[in-house]
């Protein structure tokens, strides 16, 4: 296994040798075809000058317009193999992120911040794939190139070919030096103010309307604003680097040229080099530097792809399966108890001590104020976040001895801002269970008052709703969230916040029925544990639990 972090990421793309080495082949063929035009037009130029027999050119001529041609067509292949080989490879390298996070340790996803959860599945696999297009294609490319040119220039000037030789690189080490230096200043500077400028943003975005009526939506989008500022500043900071970079490359050409140009002068004055071989010792250069060009971004395609590797490498370690998972299968009727437990993140504050006996059919509230912990005792009960302390008997086993997978279908913890995905209503209620028809969609749409909304939508459960929770109001995207939680497989719900957002009447309606054990919303066999701010007087839950404000400090150490 390799140590260098892109090395390792990149096993994640699964390149196939055959595809890469297609796209080389191509890139080749392309500039090959321009550095050969280079050297014909070249030959082609000073023979013309001549004035031999018009047929004495015409191989050279038509051979001209060839070589014109197969270089947009090779391009072509070019472009359609290393986009190929890039988005087989982050299709693939997504793949293996989602099961690893899907099947691993669930605290790798639920102590990321949105944003920065986003940011590491999505933008910095890109960035993972760009390595194909900008960089691994374009390095190949340049050094079977830059040696082809300076070969054909030694046969004519061993001088001529030095200094080519030189300048390339310049062009090719120097330059992406400079530019691999500027990369990493704008990454390391600027990679943390993008990912609070995209959990800011997220946030705006998802919860405007709450956020506006809570009178936070202002300091909200001056945080995204200020981080967008920071980030822009980290790239300002790299420019100067950046700019000696791009001049690299234009002062090696031209230094090549006039070199060549010069050595040429010399020995054509001398009798020792024919028009030609002078024509095509000036314009060789020209056509060799398009290969070293590519190579600056190159460097910034390594630079920002390594920096990504070690964010997304990061998460993937994190999330890496227990090596000694329980092996326990969760069967039958299931029993949660708990005793001493206390719930709370790393290196943040913990609750008191919690004792909970929830046998199948229970119905629990845990009420309290915001930042008491609720939350936090939902996610350790559903085992996302380890116990502080305390242990939890699942079915008269401890929690850890339990198969993670089994764990995960049995109970379930439904967050209240849990996401809505740009698809249908029934796609999005298929999130919980892939095999759900339509006539058991409405039913429980219909339970938790979403029946009149879905028959007035114009393509029923096929409506698309467009930008996600964007789409919806507050309450309908709870209740929305609700259905999608009464249609898993789970035996244990774990609900986070049900009915916010929800007018007064109808949040505690829907409480009432959440908390009621003849099953009429919730079979009775199922358990249900619901987390609220406001419990209504009349519940009929077995037991309320009512949490304090998280008290002492809990020190474990931040994954």
């Not at 760009?130 to 054909?152: F, T």
């Not at 719930?343 to 006996?357: M, N, V, Y």
């Not at 008269?396 to 198969?403: C, H, K, N, S, T």
Request: proline share 6%.
């Amino acid at each position: 296994m390799p140590t260098d972090p892109l090395l390792r990421a990149l096993l994640l793309l699964e390149l196939a040798p055959r595809r890469v080495l297609r796209a080389v082949a191509a890139g080749v063929a392309t500039l090959g075809s321009a550095l050969a035009l280079a050297a014909l037009s070249a030959w082609l130029i000073t023979r013309a000058w001549q004035m031999p027999p018009v047929l004495d050119l015409s191989v050279a001529v038509v051979a001209v317009r060839a070589l014109g041609i197969s270089r947009g067509v090779f391009r072509y292949l070019e472009r359609l193999a290393t986009h190929d080989t890039a988005l087989r490879g982050t299709t693939s390298a997504r793949s293996r992120l989602y099961q690893r996070l899907a099947a691993g340790n669930p605290a790798a996803a639920a102590g990321l911040r949105r944003g920065d959860l986003l940011a590491r599945t999505g933008a910095d696999v890109d960035t993972l794939g760009d390595v194909v297009v900008r960089a691994l294609v374009p390095i190949a490319v340049a050094v079977v190139l830059s040696g082809a040119a300076v070969g054909i220039l030694a046969v004519i000037s061993p001088g001529a070919a030095l200094i080519l030789a030189v300048s390339l690189a310049v062009s090719g080490i120097a330059a992406p030096a400079l530019s691999a230096r500027a990369a990493l200043m704008s990454e390391t500077d600027g990679a943390d103010a993008r990912a609070r400028f995209s959990e800011e943003a997220v946030t705006a975005l998802d919860h405007a309307a709450e956020l506006r009526v809570a009178g936070q939506l202002d300091r909200t989008v001056d945080g995204a604003v200020g981080a967008e500022r920071a980030a822009v500043a980290a790239t300002d900071r790299a420019a100067v680097p950046g700019a000696f970079a791009d001049a690299a490359t234009p002062l090696a050409v031209g230094a090549s040229v006039i070199g060549a140009l010069l050595i040429g002068v010399n020995l054509y004055s001398s009798g020792t080099m024919s028009p030609m071989a002078l024509g095509i010792l000036v314009l060789v250069p020209l056509s060799a530097f398009e290969a070293t060009s590519a190579l600056p971004a190159a460097a910034v395609a390594l630079s920002r792809a390594r920096i990504a590797s070690r964010r997304i490498l990061a998460l993937l370690d994190v999330a890496a399966p227990d090596p000694h998972p329980g092996d326990r299968e969760l069967v039958g009727p299931m029993h949660v108890r708990t005793t001493g437990l206390r719930c709370g993140w790393p290196g943040g504050k913990t609750t008191a001590p919690i004792d909970l006996d929830l046998p199948p059919g229970a119905r629990v509230a845990i009420v309290g104020g915001s930042g008491a912990g609720k939350t936090t005792a939902l996610m350790t009960l559903a085992g996302l976040l380890p116990p502080v302390s305390g242990e939890i008997d699942v079915d008269g086993a401890d929690l850890a001895e339990v198969r993670p997978d089994s764990l995960r279908r049995r109970i379930g913890f439904f967050a209240e801002d849990a996401h809505l995905f740009d698809t249908s209503v029934l796609e999005n209620l298929r999130v919980a269970r892939g095999d759900l028809q339509e006539d058991e969609a409405l039913d429980v749409l219909d339970s938790v008052g979403l029946g009149e909304w879905v028959a007035r939508l114009p393509q029923g459960l096929s409506t698309t709703l467009a930008g996600g929770a964007r789409a919806v109001s507050g309450g309908q995207r709870r209740r929305l969230l609700l259905a999608r939680a009464l249609l898993s497989p789970a035996d244990v719900l774990l609900l986070d916040e049900p009915t916010e957002h929800l007018d007064a009447d109808a949040g505690a309606q829907l409480l009432r029925d959440l908390l009621e054990g003849d099953g009429n919303l919730v079979s009775w066999q199922r358990t249900v544990v619901v987390v609220t701010h406001q419990l209504p007087q009349d519940t009929s839950a077995d037991l309320v639990i009512h949490v304090e404000n998280a008290e002492s400090e809990n020190t474990l150490p931040t994954p």
